[in-house]
């Protein structure tokens, strides 16, 4: 059984950092493309970042320069290091295993595989 499992989400001040943290289980998971993908209230998922099994990355416009994602292929975890944040960033936070190794363009209709989402809340 696939098991995507979140922690690390809570809240915070803007301009503080928050670290979040996906292990996986039941995936081969260094055969997969691994993300994080965002939902805020009212509006759809989008990607937050990506990164390739060869740890090539992506990432959305907003978070450039401020977030960084990570991958451990030993201990099967993603993680998402959060500085600056900025009230905008609020949302519940997916982990995601794609269907593939790496693309040039995530969707969010190619993730095979999603954690259960854990919640960052930026206070202003």
């Known amino acids: 059984q696939v098991q995507l499992v979140e922690s690390g989400g809570g809240v915070v001040q803007a301009g503080g950092s928050l670290k979040l943290s996906c292990a996986a289980s039941g995936i081969i998971f260094n055969s997969n493309a691994m993300g994080w993908i965002r939902q805020a209230p009212g509006k759809e998922r989008e990607l937050v970042a990506a990164?390739?099994?060869?740890?090539?990355?992506n990432y959305a416009d907003s978070v450039k320069g401020r977030f960084t994602i990570s991958r451990d292929n030993a201990r099967n975890t993603l993680a998402l290091q959060m500085n600056s944040l900025k009230p905008e960033d609020t949302a519940m936070y997916y982990c995601?295993?794609?269907?593939?190794?790496?693309?040039?363009?995530?969707?969010?209709?190619?993730?095979?595989?999603w954690g259960q989402g854990t919640q960052v809340t930026v206070s202003s």
């Open positions: 995601a295993a794609y269907k593939y190794a790496w693309s040039s363009h995530y969707r969010t209709t190619d993730v095979r595989y």
């Open positions: 990164m390739s099994t060869g740890r090539i990355t």
